[in-house]
């Protein structure tokens, strides 16, 4: 099922065509490599944007990453671990 | 058929779609986590807290779950399905992004709500199968681009398009001219009409019309005898005419009303905090209302007992306000009549009669109380710095002492029609297919294409009447003038401050 964690990670990034993709990202000491994107979207808290996205690891599992640029910082919002 | 005949208007007029998303809030869910594919999946609030079923996936169907079910009772039902929390903005993006794929085929779209949306395609006087060939196109793009499924009618208007798109899910396509929209729904139950909810059904029985056909036939004096001016609609509507228009996003309407409504966490018949959740939602509503520059007349109060037997009184101000103390004093004296002290499951403030703040204004320079809007632009700023969270008006906190969490939902966030709504004509009956109460409608935030956006819901059909009683669940129209400053939401941690 979904935990919710809002665990501030580690973030490795890339600009592609002017939009940011993580590529991979560090949690609970392992590093977890995207797999793919498979959700995009926003959120406005205040005058902060929040970035989100849903992401595929290596695995069966999937993630959401939130981008919160007031840190700036990483948060893994939620895991599907399975 | 004629295209006048088929248009119920003497000039041609092109084909109508209304693209439907199927199960659209639990696909999405699907779509960003790929390993639910297949799976039962139930989109409500927070799965931990009690509230109702927003979203089912087909998988969680046969089970007998649907949209507006309490969650107690979908989990009784549906043990195994994987329940998510759901998150309106997700599903707002994936709306836009589908929005962007119509207009690849047109530019007349109207955002009707978030998962649904009218267009006018092909040429002037063209035929149905170029516009079902169409309408096949944009249903097979859906599916390569976003791995979702649509299910599209095609009629030749509105009404047709709307009724022809529940024909067939998931993943239908059915057109149907006049003709065959009478050949198919004249046999049906008149609630299948749309616009006519269970009491209008109801009343439709006691007169003998107990069928599309038969309410398509009935005598016109008689119908506006019983339902006013909407009888002779309802006449309209069961023969297949329409002559709704098409409002492309782009050309914008302002909203008809907004509100907020909330379950509560547990039935709640303490006085203190069932008034400071009337002042939290009174609060909200006018915080909207001042976002998008606009006043009300009207304030609705909406109660939903235990025993899920729900309530709405209205009541006109003397003159239009944006101010939430003027807001929560009405919804207060009308929660004061209505209330006879029993558990109290749901509360909602809803207003109506909007008028732009600008306008309402005028002739009152000097009845304005200047502290209190100062006080209240104040307040503007801070939120739109920090969020809506940061500051509450004092007295909700008691509600969020006495309840635990404050309501989640801000500016934008408005219930209404979303998956699934509909509505009773003549009564005004929302029978919207679920939203978890409280839940912010993500058509509040939904198409926000510049120049102008969001949107919530799009027009209500011609059958009903604006202002009555919970006409609205409320939101920003998506094709209202807009900006493009991206909705807001009360989040878990502010939520648990």
Known sequence: MFETLNDPVDVLTAFVDGRVRPLRFRWQGRVVRVKRVTGEWTRREGNALMKYFAVEGGGAETYELCYDPRGPRWVLSRAWTG | ?497
């Open chain 2, 1 to 497: 058929m004629s295209d006048a005949a088929r248009s119920g208007r003497d000039t041609p007029r092109r084909w109508i779609l209304l693209a439907d998303m199927d199960a659209f809030f639990a696909s999405v869910e699907q779509s960003c986590h790929p390993h639910l594919r297949g799976q039962a999946v139930i989109v409500c609030g927070d799965p931990s807290r009690r509230g109702v079923v927003t979203a089912a996936s087909y998988e969680a169907r046969p089970t007998g779950v649907h949209a507006g079910m309490p969650l107690a009772e979908a989990k009784r039902l549906c043990p195994h399905a994987h329940y998510v929390e759901g998150d309106p903005e997700k599903y707002v993006a994936m709306s836009l992004r589908l929005l962007e794929h119509y207009l690849t085929f047109t530019p007349d779209v109207e955002p009707f709500s978030v998962d649904e949306a009218f267009l006018a395609v092909g040429r002037v006087g063209g035929t149905i199968d170029e516009a079902r060939a169409i309408a096949a196109g944009i249903q097979r793009g859906v599916l390569d681009k976003f791995e979702l499924t649509a299910s599209i009618g095609v009629g030749p208007n509105k009404l047709i398009a709307k009724m022809a798109s529940g024909v067939s899910k998931p993943f239908g396509l059915t057109a149907f001219d006049q003709a065959a929209f009478q050949a198919h729904f004249w046999p049906l139950d008149v609630q299948q009409l749309w616009g006519v909810g269970q009491q209008t059904s109801a009343r439709l029985k006691g007169l003998g019309l107990a069928t599309v056909g038969a309410l398509a036939n009935a005598d016109r004096r008689r119908l506006e005898a019983m339902f006013g001016v909407i009888g002779p609609h309802l006449i309209d509507s069961a023969q297949g005419i329409d002559h709704t228009p098409l409002i492309p996003y782009h050309e914008g309407v302002d909203p008809k009303s907004m509100g907020h409504e909330v379950t509560l966490p547990e039935d709640c018949r303490d006085t203190l905090a069932l008034e400071g959740t009337l002042l939290r939602l009174s609060d909200q509503v006018a915080r909207r209302l001042r976002s998008e520059g606009f006043r009300a007349r009207t304030v609705t109060l909406k109660l939903r007992d235990h025993r899920f037997e729900t309530r709405l009184r209205q009541r006109s101000l003397g003159r239009a306000t944006d101010d939430h103390a003027q807001v929560y004093e009405v919804a207060r004296a009308l929660w004061r009549e209505l209330w006879k002290g029993e558990p109290l499951r749901l509360l909602g403030v809803s207003v109506s009669g909007l008028v732009p703040a600008d306008d309402s204004q005028q002739g009152e320079l000097f009845a304005v109380d200047d502290r209190a809007t100062r006080l209240r632009e104040a307040m503007d700023k801070v939120r739109d710095k920090l969020g809506e969270a940061v500051i509450v008006p004092a007295g909700s906190l008691s509600y969020r002492r006495a309840l635990g969490h404050v309501p989640f939902g801000a500016v934008s966030p408005r219930t209404g029609r979303g998956e699934g709504a509909k509505r009773d004509a003549a009564t005004g009956d929302d029978r919207r297919g679920g939203k978890p109460e409280g839940w912010p409608d993500p058509t509040a935030r939904a198409p926000r294409f510049a120049p102008r956006a969001e949107s919530d819901r799009g027009p209500k059909h011609p059958t009903q009447r604006d202002g009555e009683p919970g006409s609205d669940g409320a939101g920003p129209d998506p094709r209202r003038r807009g900006d493009a400053t991206p909705p807001r939401r009360v989040t878990r941690r502010d939520r648990d401050l």
